[in-house]
């Protein structure tokens, strides 16, 4: 395991179309991170997981987008009735949060490569 | 609110040179780390340096290094000898907190 892994890279869809993205972590990894990144700008929290649980989600996740995390492993990240303004890169990044060390403020966050998605 | 700001969308520097990147951000923590992350242009962001809140020591990664004011709150990177390949979108970050970035251009 080398790194986080998406899929798929690239995704075009129609207006109104469902689309699911795949996340694989950093094997030992307990926490996982969705962003959003539109172009020339900085990455946009959407949410994030420990183990399986969703712990909080940014209030630019609409209620058209969801996230799971079942096995604590790999999550998936859904938007249904695609919109043109979902067009953007969808990022994931995992960390591993070691006990004791509780504070959020201290996590070194691993980035995959992205998902593009195009909505025509 | 927790923000991290970024004042120099663009920035130049010619090769073997020296550029620094600006950044500032707002937190009411004691305990915590900041981070610099590369983002070459259609490829994956990697960290490139993160300063841990309570050294005072400032971090360094060979032709990188930080100049952290942790009382004016302030986080700014510098490259050192830059080379081609630093040319890249640069993103500093508070946990789950970007900076909108500084596109940094390498000129031969």
């Known amino acids: 395991d080398t790194g986080v892994s998406q899929n798929p890279r690239h995704k075009i869809t129609k207006r109104g179309q469902n689309v699911t993205f795949r996340c694989d972590p950093i094997s030992e990894h307990n926490r996982l991170y969705w962003y959003r990144q539109t172009l020339g700008q900085g990455p946009e929290f959407l949410t994030y997981?420990?183990?399986?649980?969703?712990?909080?989600k940014s209030r630019l996740l609409s209620d058209r987008f969801s996230a799971e995390r079942p096995k604590g492993s790999f999550s998936t990240l859904e938007i249904q009735r695609t919109e043109q303004g979902d067009s953007a890169m969808y990022l994931c990044a995992s960390s591993l949060l070691v006990p004791g060390a509780a504070q959020r403020t201290k996590n070194i966050q691993y980035f995959g490569a992205g998902t593009r998605l195009s909505v025509l | 609110a927790q923000t991290v700001t970024q004042s120099q969308p663009e920035m130049s520097v010619q090769e073997a040179e020296t550029v620094t990147l600006s950044c500032t951000y707002d937190t009411s923590e004691s305990d915590y780390y900041l981070f610099w992350y590369k983002q070459p242009p259609s490829r994956q962001m990697i960290l490139v340096i993160r300063?841990?809140?309570?050294?005072?020591q400032n971090a360094t990664e060979n032709r990188f290094s930080v100049n952290f004011q942790k009382a004016a709150k302030s986080f700014s990177l510098k490259i050192s000898d830059s080379q081609l390949g630093d040319a890249a979108m640069y993103f500093c970050?508070?946990?789950?907190?970007f900076g909108a970035g500084t596109r940094l251009t390498v000129k031969p």
């Open positions: 300063q841990e809140a309570y050294k005072q």
């Open positions: 997981f420990q183990n399986e649980a969703q712990l909080e």
């Open positions: 970050a508070y946990t789950e907190r």
